[in-house]
């Protein structure tokens, strides 16, 4: 039986447009970008070209554009380097409770190098308080890091509110994109940011690229030294073959920007109502509205998730984050939530994509009601073919 993905939010499948565009610099064009002769220019031209779609999706200029090799050294520049920028001005730093452990751990580094951290707490839906954030700041605050939606339960923070507060006081904004990028609008002039990580494998380019956005003006010092590459902020020659991947994924990310969110959302809603007709007790977590239109996480109340999952091998779902995946206990996100510790380990992620249709949907909700029923002892029928 063919197996049904429904983990987006861990990993994307590449666009077949994207491979196409990065075919021609897999076989044929091989140049180094920093060479002057024909191969290098060609090669050079085509970085360009990938800096400037992500520049249009991100609505920025393309020499905003850091390239990386993904999201987590995005963040970590983003947060090490300007830790390091403005240590003059202070060593405190603003997160919440709820981030990525590519933002998580970097704090922590920090921490054990004289740097302060305020780690906010979130409400029961996983947002932050934009008065909680105000609370915190102190005259030596440099830096306010927050991610734009939460990778676990989808949940869209105030960016915006918190972007302007920081503005007002002076503090430079960092916000993790990942999760939002392609799936919703993500302008950094709307979200008044100063710093802005992407990863490429969370919207259907390869994994091992990404990008930070760097606002104009400031200025922070390479994590990586060497060539002044990158306009001398990270060094290393450009994977010119991924760097393309990235570009076309970002250029079909505008072009079908409308259209993939109603997608999304819709085999979101329809999961969401077939699980109810499936299971007695489903409980959403996360932010009933204000959430990632391609995201479900719920609490399939009394079950045991891991052994319903061992069970039906053929959906691909997460039972938290994905780099928690081998943990029995509740997700850190589930916990900072205060959702309880039994409803927490009945909770199954599910984060559905450009490529997923209804049919998957139906197939998948019935596979794991037939596996309940084996557990149960109860003998399934009507399965799907």
Excluded at 96 to 125: D, F, M, W
Excluded at 157 to 181: K, Y
Excluded at 362 to 382: F, K
Aim: with cysteine; proline share 6%; charged share 20%.
């Amino acid at each position: 039986m063919q197996p049904i993905y429904l983990d987006y939010n861990a990993t994307t499948p590449i666009d077949p447009e994207v491979a196409e565009a990065m075919l021609p610099y897999l076989i044929e064009h091989f140049g180094n970008p920093s060479s002057s002769h024909w191969y290098g220019q060609r090669t050079k031209q085509a970085v360009a070209w990938a800096r400037e779609r992500i520049a249009d999706l991100l609505h920025c200029q393309p020499d905003e554009i850091i390239l990386t090799s993904g999201g987590s050294e995005a963040n970590n520049q983003a947060i090490k380097a300007v830790a390091e920028a403005y240590r003059a001005k202070g060593n405190h730093i603003i997160t919440s409770r709820t981030e990525h452990p590519a933002v998580i751990e970097p704090c922590r580094y920090l921490e054990s190098h004289g740097y302060k951290v305020t780690y906010l707490p979130v409400n029961q839906y996983g947002l932050v308080s934009v008065g909680e954030v105000e609370d915190a700041i102190t005259d030596r605050t440099i830096l306010i890091t927050i991610m734009h939606a939460n990778n676990e339960v989808g949940t869209i923070q105030p960016i915006e509110e918190i972007g302007a507060l920081a503005r007002e006081r002076g503090i430079l904004f960092h916000t993790d994109a990942a999760q939002s990028v392609g799936k919703i609008s993500v302008r950094v002039d709307d979200l008044n940011v100063d710093l802005l990580s992407v990863a490429g494998h969370k919207l259907y380019a390869p994994k091992g690229i990404g990008a930070l956005y760097l606002r104009d003006g400031i200025e922070i010092p390479s994590l990586i030294h060497g060539a002044g590459h990158e306009q001398g902020r990270r060094a290393g020659t450009e994977n010119v073959l991924e760097i393309v991947g990235l570009g076309k994924a970002c250029e079909i990310a505008l072009r079908e920007a409308e259209r993939t969110e109603i997608h999304l959302q819709e085999l979101r809603d329809c999961l969401y109502g077939k699980l109810q007709e499936h299971f007695q007790d489903v409980r959403l977590n996360g932010h009933p509205t204000r959430r990632l239109p391609n995201t479900l996480n719920v609490a399939l109340v009394g079950i045991p998730v891991h052994s319903l999952l061992d069970a039906c091998p053929e959906v691909a779902v997460s039972t938290g984050s994905a780099c928690h995946a081998d943990s029995v206990e509740p997700s850190p996100v589930l916990t900072a939530m205060e959702i309880p510790p039994e409803i927490a380990r009945s909770a199954i992620r599910f984060s559905v994509g450009r490529m997923t249709n209804h049919q998957e949907i139906d197939r998948a909700v019935q596979l794991l009601a037939a596996a309940e029923g084996r557990m149960d002892g109860i003998i399934p029928s009507g399965l799907p073919k």
